[in-house]
T-cell receptor, first 118, second 117 residues
């Protein structure tokens, strides 16, 4: 595997289900991100992990729960979602610098998980 | 706060014609600018970026963009498009060194480029 991979590619779930999205990066990066891409809305940053520590949580509802067990893996745990949560969920990674200074390196994106909530 | 405006949601163009996709941004601090492309059923791929130096930036697949600070623009151009350029294009801005982290990429709403034979 190369780059950033995401599984599953497609997911259909009911509002009472619990599921998880998985992201893995094979680039040796130290920062990982979750984005939500909805129709007719800009790409929304959800969570940022830098050196396995969560550094951003952009007012995301608690029904979305991220987990970053190591710098190569990122999960998004889903429970009691709403139909409006249906979207493409994109994972990305980058090589960020230490000390909180931005490195300006590009973010590498996975292919996304197309989520449909019934 | 930073924001990005992509003025055209859809741009249809014939094959081998030139194309310009417009992007304007607003920011009170120095910014770094990016163009990403998203092909159907794929993630985003970086086309090019402006960090500093020459205001004309060349990217992959024959695309280029020009940073214009006075007009706060970063328009994307290609002199001759191909059918394979059909995709959605996103302009993005990140804050400068006195601002937030690399994670704060602010994206525009995207422009769908449709190249017709």
């Amino acid at each position: 595997e190369t780059g950033v991979t995401q599984t599953p590619r497609h997911l259909v779930m009911g509002m009472t289900n619990k599921k998880s999205l998985k992201c893995e990066q094979h680039l040796g990066h130290n920062a990982m991100y979750w984005y939500k891409q909805s129709a007719k809305k800009p790409l929304e940053l959800m969570f940022v992990y830098n050196f396995k520590e969560q550094t951003e949580n952009n007012s995301v509802p608690s029904r979305f729960s991220p987990e970053c067990p190591n710098s190569s893996h990122l999960f998004l745990h889903l429970h009691t979602l709403q139909p409006e949560d249906s979207a493409l969920y994109l994972c990305a990674s980058s090589q960020d610098s230490a000390g909180g200074y931005p490195s300006y390196n590009e973010q590498f994106f996975g292919p996304g998980t197309r989520l449909t909530v019934l | 706060a930073q924001s990005v405006t992509q003025l055209d949601s859809q741009v249809p163009v014939f094959e081998e014609a030139p194309v310009e996709l417009r992007c304007n941004y607003s920011s009170s601090v120095s910014v770094y600018l990016f163009w990403y492309v998203q092909y159907p059923n794929q993630g985003l791929q970086l086309l090019l970026k402006y960090l500093s130096g020459s205001t004309l930036v060349k990217g992959i697949n024959g695309f280029e963009a020009e940073f214009n600070k006075s007009q706060t623009s970063f328009h994307l151009r290609k002199p001759s498009v191909h059918i394979s350029d059909t995709a959605e294009y996103f302009c993005a801005v990140s804050v400068g060194e006195y601002g937030g982290s690399q994670g704060n990429l602010i994206f525009g709403k995207g422009t769908k480029l449709s190249v017709k034979p």
